[in-house]
């Protein structure tokens, strides 16, 4: 396969969620915020919500290299 | 783990419900329960006088508190003094009176600090235009006004202006300076003939430019003749407060320990009253039930009876009498695992009978920790700053607990880092030679993934076993399910490890025929629900990728911070671009192990068997200061 396509698709595994990971944390962030204003006893549940989304970025970055690895 | 507690119940004369109440807060040992109420055993309410008393001693504690002992309460002072009120304790009455007059004087004496300190501040404002214009500005002004100025952002445009309207009124005549201060405003100061003020006056109030007004005490003439002035007045000032500063330190150190034992005594007697609620009395007995930790409860017996003897009897309620969600939780734990109930405690409790994951998150939480951070370099780097932490804090303190997860955390690090042969990335390698001894995880990529879920696949079981025994406990059909669902777990990994032939191909049918025969047992025992589970206990497995991408990352990063060393013009240049970098990677390696490892625990390994509900053990006992202001079950709670 052509060397161009195997890094585009790797680029676009690890991209595509970092976007999405990103956005989901744009929304999360503001309530969780608001939230602990009113509840600062909410902290751990806080820094797991936002955490959770941050899976995808990983595992595209995960996806990304076993791309690469078998591309190469 | 969570220790044993034991239910007890103690039964007297009615009359000796307050002196065993008493015995009892002494001893520090019973969480109070409420007892079972019925048309015999009515709940004991406190009477009007009493209600009263409670009142009036709620508002001496925060009268106390308002005036932060020790600390200094600025503007913390309470308006309002306790109601006035009965106190049967003889020294009640007396302490209040204490508080009042120490908040009164207090805020007297912050009042007059701030107006002293507002002054100061104005004071220095001045100093700073007086500065700014010293020599600019000849010094013979004799018959002249001067006109300080301050001009807001806004306004900076507004000199030119000025300058231009009292050209057109005075001509020549005047003269009119700018300056930015240190203070980031722009000043300027306006010199014109005495006998043109009125006229000026009148184009300053018309043009809305603030005149800067002369601190009190100081008159105007020269700018020269100002300085020795002010710097008098400063002086003055500084000592104004510096003596309103121990005067208040003197009045705290004469009233603080007086009415900090009558906070104590206070809390303590509210203390008696709020427990007198999670009584139950008859016409001519009480009963008192609560929870204490079995190994305690031979030296409470032991206790009332020195006391009572036999006119009170203390039983302990038989197991089948209670349910394990109503006891109170106290976890316990070896030293070195201590320090990580911080961890547990940032959810809730877990329920009393279950399983205290405190012991296996003291195990892997610091191991997922340093196979992210991975460098010796960083690694001691961490551990100097556990120690500095650790020496700062004080004991039984956050700041402590989180020093001392930071050693094994660093320990890890450390020993991770020999095994990747990292030292401040590759700096190890290039400057002593360093080799990797397990794998390099710059290069060894996908054996690092291998690693990674594998770790996950053995910590999400282990979490399942404890599940097992946790359901095995009460809910024997669910242990049922979860044991099947852990058995298929374990041969969708060998049939997985036989297709792709790490395992012998021959490990993959039977490994299959197994998942098959173990299914129908999920899904009866469990319900058509735990098949979806299952899956996502895959995922949970695969979710531990996050360690191998967080630490490449990491790896990447310090090699980078090593290359900018070398990709600046100059070395110096390079050299601080590079440790800048480090730093960076060294913030980011600190917290992305910590909530990433937290995560993994909290939702991965928890979800298998964690059960939360546990209520905090919170013993009848004398109050000490630090302690919650109400430490007593809430009512209600059995």
Same mark, same amino acid.
């Given at each position: 396969?052509?060397?161009?396509?195997?890094?585009?698709?790797?680029?676009?595994?690890?991209?595509?969620?970092?976007?999405?990971?990103?956005?989901?944390?744009?929304?999360?962030?503001?309530?969780?915020?608001?939230?602990?204003?009113?509840?600062?006893?909410?902290?751990?549940?806080?820094?797991?919500?936002?955490?959770?989304?941050?899976?995808?970025?990983?595992?595209?970055?995960?996806?990304?290299?076993?791309?690469?690895?078998?591309?190469? | 783990?969570?220790?044993?507690?034991?239910?007890?119940?103690?039964?007297?004369?009615?009359?000796?419900?307050?002196?065993?109440?008493?015995?009892? &807060?002494?001893?520090?040992?019973?969480?109070?329960?409420?007892?079972?109420?019925?048309?015999? #055993?009515?709940?004991?309410?406190?009477?009007?006088?009493?209600?009263?008393?409670?009142?009036?001693?709620?508002?001496?504690?925060?009268?106390?508190?308002?005036?932060?002992?020790? !600390?200094?309460?600025?503007?913390?002072?309470?308006?309002?003094?306790?109601?006035?009120?009965?106190?049967?304790?003889?020294?009640?009455?007396?302490?209040?009176?204490?508080?009042?007059?120490?908040?009164?004087?207090?805020?007297?004496?912050?009042?007059? %600090?701030?107006?002293?300190?507002?002054?100061?501040?104005?004071?220095?404002?001045?100093?700073?235009?007086?500065?700014?214009?010293?020599?600019?500005?000849?010094?013979?002004?004799?018959?002249?006004?001067?006109?300080?100025?301050?001009?807001?952002?806004?306004?900076? &445009?507004?000199?030119?202006?000025?300058?231009?309207?009292?050209?057109?009124?005075?001509?020549?005549? /005047?003269?009119?300076?700018?300056?930015?201060?240190?203070?980031?405003?722009?000043?300027?100061?306006?010199?014109?003939?005495?006998?043109?003020?009125?006229?000026?006056?009148?184009?300053?109030?018309?043009?809305?430019? &603030?005149?800067?007004?002369?601190?009190?005490?100081?008159?105007?003439?020269?700018?020269?003749?100002?300085?020795?002035?002010?710097?008098?007045?400063?002086?003055?000032?500084?000592?104004?407060?510096?003596?309103?500063?121990?005067?208040?330190?003197?009045?705290?150190?004469?009233?603080?320990?007086?009415?900090?034992?009558?906070?104590?005594?206070?809390?303590?007697?509210?203390?008696?009253?709020?427990?007198?609620?999670?009584?139950?009395?008859?016409?001519?007995?009480?009963?008192?039930?609560?929870?204490?930790?079995?190994?305690?409860?031979?030296?409470?017996?032991?206790?009332?009876?020195?006391?009572?003897?036999?006119?009170?009897?203390?039983?302990?309620?038989?197991?089948?009498?209670?349910?394990?969600?109503?006891?109170?939780?106290?976890? +316990?734990?070896?030293?070195?695992?201590?320090?990580?109930?911080?961890?547990?405690?940032?959810?809730? #409790?877990?329920?009393?009978?279950?399983?205290?994951? %405190?012991?296996?998150?003291?195990?892997?939480?610091?191991?997922?920790?340093?196979?992210?951070?991975?460098?010796?370099?960083?690694?001691?780097?961490?551990?100097?700053?556990? *120690?500095?932490?650790?020496?700062?804090?004080?004991?039984?303190?956050?700041?402590?607990?989180?020093?001392?997860?930071?050693?094994?955390?660093?320990?890890?690090?450390?020993?991770?880092?020999?095994?990747?042969?990292?030292?401040?990335?590759?700096?190890?390698?290039?400057?002593?030679?360093?080799?990797? #001894?397990?794998?390099?995880?710059?290069?060894?990529?996908?054996?690092?993934?291998?690693? +990674?879920?594998?770790?996950?696949?053995?910590?999400?079981?282990?979490?399942?076993?404890?599940?097992?025994?946790?359901?095995?406990?009460?809910?024997?059909?669910?242990?049922?399910?979860?044991?099947?669902?852990?058995?298929?777990?374990?041969?969708? !990994?060998?049939?997985?490890?036989?297709?792709?032939?790490?395992?012998?191909?021959?490990?993959? +049918?039977?490994?299959?025929?197994?998942?098959?025969?173990?299914?129908?047992?999920?899904?009866?025992?469990?319900?058509?629900? *735990?098949?979806?589970?299952?899956?996502?206990?895959?995922?949970?497995?695969?979710?531990?990728?996050?360690?191998?991408?967080?630490? %490449?990352?990491?790896?990447?990063?310090?090699?980078?911070?090593?290359?900018? !060393?070398?990709?600046?013009?100059?070395?110096?240049?390079?050299?601080? /671009?590079?440790?800048?970098?480090?730093?960076?990677?060294?913030?980011?390696?600190?917290?992305?192990?910590?909530?990433?490892?937290?995560?993994?625990?909290?939702?991965?390994?928890?979800?298998?068997?964690?059960?939360?509900?546990?209520?905090?053990?919170?013993?009848?006992?004398?109050?000490?200061?630090?302690?919650?202001?109400?430490?007593?079950?809430?009512?209600?709670?059995?």
């Amino acid at each position: 396969m052509n060397p161009i396509w195997i890094v585009l698709a790797a680029a676009a595994a690890i991209s595509i969620p970092a976007l999405a990971t990103g956005w989901a944390q744009s929304r999360i962030g503001p309530a969780v915020a608001a939230s602990l204003a009113e509840k600062p006893e909410l902290s751990t549940t806080a820094i797991l919500l936002v955490a959770i989304p941050e899976t995808m970025a990983i595992l595209g970055f995960v996806v990304a290299v076993l791309i690469l690895y078998r591309g190469a | 783990m969570i220790i044993p507690m034991s239910r007890i119940r103690v039964l007297g004369p009615r009359g000796r419900l307050d002196a065993v109440l008493g015995a009892i &807060q002494d001893t520090g040992l019973v969480h109070l329960a409420e007892p079972k109420l019925g048309e015999l #055993l009515q709940p004991v309410s406190l009477s009007e006088r009493e209600s009263r008393q409670a009142r009036y001693l709620r508002a001496m504690v925060r009268e106390v508190d308002d005036l932060s002992l020790g !600390a200094r309460p600025g503007s913390a002072v309470s308006p309002g003094a306790p109601e006035a009120g009965p106190s049967e304790h003889p020294e009640f009455a007396r302490w209040a009176r204490t508080a009042g007059r120490a908040r009164r004087e207090l805020a007297r004496l912050d009042r007059r %600090t701030e107006a002293l300190e507002r002054e100061r501040a104005e004071l220095a404002r001045f100093e700073q235009f007086v500065a700014a214009f010293r020599g600019r500005l000849p010094s013979g002004n004799a018959g002249m006004q001067s006109y300080h100025l301050m001009l807001r952002g806004e306004e900076v &445009q507004a000199v030119t202006r000025l300058r231009a309207a009292l050209s057109a009124v005075l001509g020549e005549g /005047f003269a009119l300076e700018a300056a930015d201060l240190p203070s980031g405003e722009r000043a300027a100061l306006l010199l014109v003939p005495n006998a043109e003020a009125p006229r000026v006056e009148q184009l300053l109030a018309r043009s809305g430019i &603030q005149e800067m007004p002369l601190p009190a005490g100081i008159t105007a003439g020269s700018l020269g003749a100002t300085l020795p002035a002010l710097a008098a007045r400063r002086e003055g000032l500084d000592r104004e407060i510096a003596e309103l500063q121990g005067e208040r330190r003197r009045l705290l150190s004469v009233a603080g320990p007086e009415l900090t034992r009558a906070r104590a005594v206070a809390q303590d007697r509210l203390l008696e009253l709020g427990a007198r609620e999670h009584a139950g009395i008859t016409p001519r007995s009480f009963v008192v039930e609560g929870w204490v930790p079995a190994a305690a409860r031979d030296r409470l017996a032991r206790a009332l009876a020195r006391q009572f003897g036999a006119e009170v009897v203390m039983e302990e309620v038989s197991r089948e009498e209670w349910r394990g969600e109503e006891a109170p939780v106290v976890l +316990t734990n070896p030293r070195l695992f201590q320090p990580f109930e911080t961890l547990t405690r940032m959810l809730p #409790l877990p329920r009393y009978g279950s399983i205290d994951p %405190t012991p296996f998150m003291a195990v892997f939480f610091p191991m997922f920790f340093g196979l992210i951070m991975g460098d010796a370099g960083y690694g001691i780097v961490l551990a100097i700053l556990a *120690a500095v932490l650790h020496r700062r804090s004080r004991p039984g303190g956050t700041v402590r607990a989180v020093a001392e997860i930071m050693g094994p955390c660093a320990a890890f690090a450390i020993a991770f880092g020999i095994g990747f042969g990292e030292f401040f990335g590759d700096l190890g390698r290039r400057w002593v030679g360093m080799r990797p #001894l397990v794998m390099d995880r710059e290069k060894a990529l996908l054996p690092f993934l291998g690693l +990674t879920v594998a770790i996950g696949f053995v910590h999400v079981a282990l979490g399942m076993v404890l599940g097992i025994v946790n359901a095995g406990r009460s809910h024997p059909r669910q242990a049922v399910g979860r044991g099947a669902a852990l058995v298929m777990v374990c041969f969708v !990994a060998i049939a997985l490890l036989a297709g792709v032939r790490v395992l012998p191909h021959g490990f993959f +049918t039977p490994a299959v025929i197994v998942i098959l025969l173990a299914f129908p047992v999920l899904v009866i025992a469990e319900g058509i629900i *735990a098949p979806i589970e299952f899956l996502s206990t895959l995922s949970n497995m695969l979710s531990y990728a996050r360690i191998m991408a967080l630490g %490449t990352a990491s790896v990447m990063m310090a090699v980078v911070a090593n290359r900018l !060393a070398g990709a600046f013009g100059g070395v110096v240049v390079g050299i601080l /671009f590079g440790l800048l970098f480090h730093l960076v990677n060294f913030a980011l390696g600190i917290f992305a192990p910590a909530i990433h490892g937290l995560r993994l625990h909290y939702v991965e390994f928890f979800g298998k068997f964690y059960s939360p509900g546990g209520q905090q053990y919170h013993p009848l006992g004398h109050w000490r200061p630090g302690d919650a202001e109400h430490p007593l079950p809430a009512k209600g709670t059995s």
